[in-house]
């Protein structure tokens, strides 16, 4: 009686592991693997790897002018909305904090972004950056062409994207600021801190995970952006806004040149993987978990 | 116990999970059996229901009116042969292509489509598609069908060696669109838009007034422009006639020195500072708003920009301005063709094939023509009384058409499976002589080089 029972506990927790094992590895490993194999071939226009050429293909994407300026124009990106999106989310979630009267109005506005599709909101944007029909250039009085101008256009696309990011930043970063306890900014309070050396020594030390935790996947994020790119401009004019996702898309579905694309993707995957690793190795230094 | 259940209940979600799979995987040959898929090959009875799904590209005006043209199949013909034609809307030719190349690459027969439209610039891609049945096959089992009434420079765009993939269905020429009274206002003669690219610098010049944002010419060329721009000079824009004659393994234009002397005019235009180039504008709307004097664009947007201007000012059409004034050649004939898919069902190839003879119908192509401004593929058409009666009433129409008739089929787009690159390396570096960043003769060198590699690339990996 003691045996069986045994191997039903032993079996148990990978039973339930199961289902999600193998929907992972269905849609995430086979993809992953098939990417790398197909970037080591040549692939024909119907999808048939036809030759093996070893490196050929990460080689070109080496020797590609048009993949380094993708990388700058991502990095660029990535250097734009991910502390522009921290900031401003911070700000409106410390002007929501405290709990008021009407506050569950402003605390839904500020989260509704979260709630328009990403097409919708980049179509809705690209009308009002519409350098001479919008209302963004009327009312700041700018002469900018938006999306129009290699030297606005990638600006133009990190404004949606902060814009469609800062939903989601701000819901996480009111709870987190919500649970900061009481106590600590009482006592703090007590001593004679004021404001700012509250922000500073109590709150953002205890809301740090969630920083962390936001700065991470905005990473994430915006190395692999694509849809407002694909909807907005095409990543033109003049190749200014295409990013690393959209070159790889382009290389693989528009020019046909699977085993290519495939290398790309490849390569875009280790550079995310290293910039992740980044961000964990720093966590040890700068996250305080309580 | 309680572990038992747990167990059982683990496995019981599993199971559910795989039952939840199974419904949407089974869902397509599920609806394909519904929709007939008797294996009694050509000679299946009438009675049997076929289903076809037909993907296109058109939207706004031209949507309405493919809608229209399917549902008055349906209804007639279609009834009596038991066929069911539903049109399905797949965004930009682009878009559409981004698709059928993603499912072609899965081998993912059952969820393509019967019948596809696919533009000229894609010949070449939608001829290496296995499961496309070559148009040529199908008038070779069908004597009923006469190519020769459909006008030859269409068939030469969708041709390679003489033998058609796709039929010819909405096609159409780059022409030129102008505002008469802003002309008039700029104290032009309105009867008289530029036949050069010369003059259309000049008159750009006059029509511009940069202070309100007005300008008189918006373009930046790529290779839709470019195919008319080189091929109207007389020669091939790339090797083996621009990939009719065989796979095209190199480009020309920079042998030839047809893009040089384009390129020497189009800069004399752009520096007198009328015309502006490099930046993404929206040109039907800037025409519109009568912030915009001339644009070119494809013969199929005529209906649009009619709808979209009303009664705000007169708009005029023209030939595609030339690069030399004794240029003969005329331009490229742009638009879609219609391709019929192997699907595994005779049946179904045989129905598609019956509306594409349908589509191409002088009748059809006449409404066709009406709605959306592409000219008529079928050279009966103009035997229609109806056809001479709307062209009297609506002579900018007309433009199109004499232009076509005036142009050499041998002016085409090449037939190649990296235009879209060769398009971009074209864009780049005539803007980056225009632009003075390169002389002509690196520009011209670097545009030829890519596009070579590009094609070279290409040709390896598809034999």
Not at chain 1, 228 to 237: L, Q, W
Not at chain 2, 74 to 84: A, D, H
Not at chain 2, 129 to 152: C, N, R, T, Y
Not at chain 2, 424 to 437: A, G, Q, Y
Request: hydrophobic share 45%.
């Amino acid at each position: 009686m003691e045996r069986p029972l045994n191997v039903k506990r032993l079996v148990k927790p990978y039973l339930f592991l199961l289902p999600s094992v193998a929907l992972i590895f269905l849609f995430n490993y086979y993809p992953l693997f098939k990417t790398f194999f197909l970037g080591f071939m040549l692939v024909d226009v119907v999808g048939n790897p036809v030759e093996f050429i070893g490196l050929d293909n990460f080689i070109a994407v080496m020797q590609d002018e048009r993949f380094w300026t993708a990388m700058l124009n991502t990095f660029k990106f990535a250097l734009i909305t991910i502390p522009a999106t921290l900031l401003i989310s911070l700000l409106l979630s410390l002007l929501a904090e405290k709990k008021r009267r009407g506050s569950s109005i402003y605390q839904i506005m500020f989260a509704l972004p979260m709630a328009v599709s990403m097409s919708s909101a980049a179509l809705i944007f690209q009308l009002l950056m519409n350098p001479t029909l919008g209302m963004f250039n009327y009312l700041t009085g700018l002469q900018v062409n938006w999306f129009g101008d290699e030297k606005y256009a990638l600006t133009g696309i990190a404004i949606v994207a902060v814009w469609m990011g800062i939903g989601f930043s701000f819901l996480f970063l009111l709870a987190a600021l919500r649970n900061v306890p009481g106590d600590l900014l009482e006592s703090a309070e007590l001593d004679g801190g004021g404001y700012i050396q509250k922000l500073w020594h109590i709150k953002l030390p205890l809301i740090s995970p969630t920083l962390f935790f936001l700065f991470t996947t905005d990473l994430i994020g915006s190395l692999m952006v694509f849809g407002p790119v694909a909807v907005i401009t095409k990543g033109g004019p003049m190749g200014s806004t295409e990013t690393l996702i959209y070159r790889m898309f382009i290389v693989a579905f528009e020019n046909s040149k699977y085993g290519y694309g495939s290398a790309i993707a490849a390569v875009i995957f280790v550079i995310v993987m290293i910039f992740t690793f980044i961000t964990f190795a720093f966590e040890k230094k700068g996250v305080h978990y309580h | 116990m309680k572990k038992l259940m747990l167990i059982v209940s683990a496995l019981l979600l599993t199971v559910s999970l795989a039952a939840c799979g199974n419904p949407s995987s089974s869902n397509q040959p599920a609806a394909n059996t519904s929709t007939g898929t008797s294996p009694s090959g050509s000679g299946s009875t009438s009675a049997e229901p076929v289903n076809l799904t037909f993907w296109h590209a058109m939207s706004g005006t031209n949507e309405e009116v493919i809608k229209q043209v399917a549902a008055t199949y349906n209804e007639t013909i279609g009834k009596e042969k038991g066929i069911t034609i539903t049109p399905v809307f797949q965004g930009s030719y682009g878009d559409l292509m981004k698709k059928v190349r993603a499912a072609v690459q899965a081998k993912d027969f059952k969820n393509l489509p019967d019948l596809v439209q696919s533009p000229a610039s894609d010949v070449a891609v939608m001829k290496s598609i296995p499961s496309i049945v070559w148009a040529q096959d199908l008038i070779g089992k069908d004597s009923s069908f006469q190519i020769d009434d459909l006008e030859p420079n269409a068939v030469q765009t969708f041709s390679f060696q003489n033998k058609i993939v796709g039929i010819p269905f909405a096609n159409s020429t780059i022409l030129l669109y102008y505002n008469k009274s802003m002309f008039a206002d700029a104290g032009l003669d309105a009867s008289k838009p530029p036949a050069t690219i010369a003059e259309l610098g000049e008159m750009a010049a006059r029509l511009t007034d940069k202070p309100s944002k007005q300008w008189g010419f918006i373009l930046t060329p790529e290779l839709y422009q470019m195919s008319s721009w080189i091929g109207m000079q007389g020669g091939f824009l790339g090797n083996n006639e621009s990939g009719r004659a065989d796979t095209m393994t190199a480009v020309e234009f920079d042998k030839t020195g047809a893009m040089k002397n384009f390129l020497t005019e189009w800069k004399k235009a752009v520096d007198l500072g009328g015309v502006q180039t490099g930046a993404d504008a929206n040109v039907k709307e800037e025409f519109a708003a009568g912030k915009l004097a001339m644009f070119v664009d494809s013969t199929a947007a005529l209906r649009g920009v009619l709808n979209s201007v009303g009664d705000k000012f007169e708009v005029g059409t023209a030939f595609y301005p030339k690069v030399n004034a004794s240029d003969k050649g005329g331009v490229a004939v742009g638009g879609s063709a219609l391709y019929v898919m192997d699907r595994g069902d005779q049946a179904k190839i045989d129905a598609a094939w019956d509306y594409i003879k349908y589509s191409s119908a002088p009748e059809t192509q006449l409404i066709w023509h009406q709605g959306t401004g592409y000219f008529p593929v079928n050279r009966k058409t103009y035997d229609l009384p109806a056809m001479n009666e709307h062209l009297e009433k609506n002579p900018l129409f007309k433009t199109a058409i004499d232009q076509l008739h005036s142009s050499s089929p041998q002016v085409q787009e090449p037939m190649s499976a990296v235009n879209n690159e060769i398009s971009t390396f074209l864009k780049e570096e005539i803007l980056s002589f225009v632009l003075n960043k390169k002389d002509i003769d690196t520009a011209v060198s670097d545009m030829a080089a890519k596009a070579n590699k590009a094609l070279e690339e290409y040709n390896r990996a598809n034999k």
